[in-house]
């Protein structure tokens, strides 16, 4: 046999020049790899979480976390199984994965020392703010060092943005927003099946995922941003889904030829979010909008209104609004749809589940189509369906630096340091998750019972740590004492609005609480929390009460049951399709 396919080839037998090659490559980075580990051991200071060893100098474990935070994370977690954090090396510098539940709640209270402002300010750097935008809006925010020649004139966006949004979710403008997203969510189901139409009442088959994402997308868009913008923007909902698989590698801030699709979709948002926002004044101009309006087809939400106009008061440059607005605009559905898809498909797998949520629809039902919002977001069994849909299907990294030297627990965390605590690593612990007997109980399985117990001390507990966060983030903003501070956080208290939904709640069921943390936590706690609720339980039971849906068993058969997609952060979609057969329900 001539071929060499195979066959081992031994270095000698190598020709001159390749020796020389090899010779070179290695004489230049093995001692590269041996200083490496060396001094990658010897650089962590006493005290710091034990360092995972890496090959690279210093970009470290870097390619590995930006390709795939949650692989690696998972993988940290297998090197360090018992742990509370441990430190990787992320492009020179060191980053602490948190893996425990007490050391995560000490990250988010602590929001003087643990900050999040300069992610807040890398974004709007990558979506188009420029130097003066950065510099009014680094007035007030919270960072490691300041730009040189920095200036405060007093002004305070960001705080101010972050705090408009508590009120805008909750109370009544929640109430208008969610009946705004479920009118939507029934006309649409009106529009693919109308009422009167023999042709609505026959079983058609279509991807359950597909319909929930295409009705939901555009239902939160209506409610949030108007109706006018699909007719500046009618690729608004392909942009959206586009801009999803693509955000993550602008962060990056590689340029523009190594990421030529990025670039493109955050400059199409510009185009068409300026003219949104150029429209929207207009009208108004023309006098076709009333300040009294609390959502019309050109802004949509008067609160989206009020920050637009608050960004053009500031100073903000019109690309850096647009930027920011598409940043919200991808943000609030990204997460949520994901999730919405997830509760779908779990509700629709199992016939007897299905039965009971509708069980529990039919009781908060106030006619032939419609129903009271609380008695859905409470009622047992769905709440549990969506608190497991969160667990097992949310990957939300929440990312702090570390402003100062400090300790936090058993470790000293160094200034400079970035901290992430990962949701996902701790919603996925069998340690904390799976109940000896109960084999369904195992984490990476859903189990739609699992939280039947209730969750009323978790948000209560959100709160805390969130006022405490708060306190700290207006105190130094505003140059406060903490009383004064104490007090401005006092009057933007988030409302509580999660009731208690079945009883006391057992000692293991507040431990496994601790472990959820889709929403973030602290001065970050996701203030859309409870319209994310509304829109996936509310649309659910508004998709039930039109519309009977069974699984297509011989599709299911074929292709599997979806499972989460780990390939992007926040909400997680569905792997794959699930196909089913739906009607219009005879009333
Ligand atoms: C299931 C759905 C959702 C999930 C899992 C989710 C998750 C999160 C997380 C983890 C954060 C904190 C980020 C961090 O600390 O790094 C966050 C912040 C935020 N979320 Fe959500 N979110 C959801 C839905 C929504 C919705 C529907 C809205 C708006 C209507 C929204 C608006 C916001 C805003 C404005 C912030 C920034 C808060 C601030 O820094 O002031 N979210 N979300």
């Keep these: ?84 954090a441990a430190t990787v090396q992320v492009a020179g510098q060191h980053l602490y994965l948190v893996f425990d539940t007490k050391l995560a709640s000490q990250i988010y209270r602590r929001s003087k020392n643990f900050i999040f402002d300069p992610f807040n300010l890398m974004t ?81 088959r279509m991807d359950l995922g597909e319909f929930v994402k295409k009705t939901w997308t555009r239902a939160s868009i209506v409610a949030l941003f108007g109706s006018h913008i699909f007719t500046i923007w009618p690729r608004i909902e392909d942009w959206l889904w586009e801009f999803d ?41 023309r006098g076709e909008i009333k300040e009294t309006d609390d959502w019309d087809p050109y802004w949509g939400l008067q609160w989206v209104a009020v920050r637009a106009k608050y960004l053009i008061k500031q100073g903000i440059s019109a690309k850096a609004r647009a930027g920011n607005e598409s940043v919200f605009l991808w943000g609030l559905n990204a997460n949520t749809i994901p999730i919405a898809m997830q509760v779908m ?57 570390v402003r100062e030297d400090c300790q936090l627990g058993e470790y000293k965390l160094l200034k400079g340091s970035m901290v992430i605590v990962h949701s996902r690593t701790l919603q996925m612990d069998a340690r904390t998750w799976a109940i000896d007997g109960v084999p369904g109980s195992a984490p990476e399985e859903f189990w739609a019972e699992r939280f039947l117990d209730g969750d009323e001390r978790e948000e209560e507990n959100r709160i805390e740590e969130n006022r405490e966060a708060e306190t700290e983030y207006a105190a130094e903003t505003f140059a406060q004492t903490q009383a004064q501070a104490q007090a401005r956080s006092e009057t933007a208290k988030p409302h509580k609005i999660v009731e ?56 299911l058969e074929k292709n599997g049951a979806p499972v989460p997609n780990l390939g992007k952060q926040g909400g997680l979609f569905p792997d794959r399709g699930l196909g089913v057969w739906i009607r219009r329900r005879r009333v």
Excluded at 251 to 272: G, V
Excluded at 382 to 399: M, N, Y
């Design 1 to 84: 046999m001539n071929s060499t396919v195979g066959q081992h080839v031994s270095p000698l037998s190598l020709p001159l020049a390749q020796h020389t090659v090899i010779f070179w490559i290695l004489s230049v980075t093995l001692p590269l790899v041996v200083i490496s580990y060396w001094s990658g051991y010897r650089r962590i200071a006493a005290g710091e979480p034990p360092l995972v060893p890496y090959l690279l100098p210093w970009l470290g474990h870097g390619m590995a976390f930006m390709n795939d935070i949650n692989g690696f994370t998972e993988w940290v977690r297998s090197q360090h199984p018992d742990s509370p």
């Design 124 to 204: 709007w750097g990558i979506i188009g703010a420029n130097r003066s935008d950065l510099e009014i809006l680094e007035m007030g925010a919270q960072v490691e060092k300041r730009t040189p020649g920095f200036q405060d004139d007093g002004r305070r966006v960001l705080y101010d943005l972050h705090r408009m949004s508590g009120p805008a979710l909750t109370g009544e403008s929640l109430n208008r927003l969610t009946s705004l997203f479920i009118d939507t969510i029934c006309k649409e189901i009106d529009t693919t099946f109308p009422e009167n139409d023999d042709a609505s009442y026959e079983w058609v």
């Design 245 to 285: 698989e693509h955000f993550q590698s602008l962060l990056t801030k590689m340029p523009r030829f190594m990421l030529p699709k990025a670039w493109a979709l955050r400059d199409e948002a510009w185009e068409f979010l300026e003219k949104w926002e150029d429209e929207a004044l207009a009208a108004e101009k």
């Design 345 to 401: 498909n779990q509700a629709v797998l199992s016939p007897t589940l299905l039965s009971t949520l509708q069980a529990e629809i039919s009781s908060a039902q106030t006619g032939p189509n419609t129903f009271n919002m609380a008695a859905v977001t409470t009622a047992p069994k769905l709440k549990s369906v969506l608190l497991e849909s969160l667990r097992w299907a949310t990957a939300s990294p929440s990312p702090r630096v």
């Design 500 to 555: 208690p939904i079945s009883g006391p709640k057992s000692k293991e069921m507040q431990q496994r609480m601790l472990s959820m943390r889709p929403f973030g936590g602290g001065t970050t706690l996701c203030p859309g929390r409870h319209f994310a609720t509304n829109e996936i339980l509310g649309g659910l039971a508004a998709l039930l009460l039109r519309l009977d849906v069974k699984i297509d068993e011989e599709a």
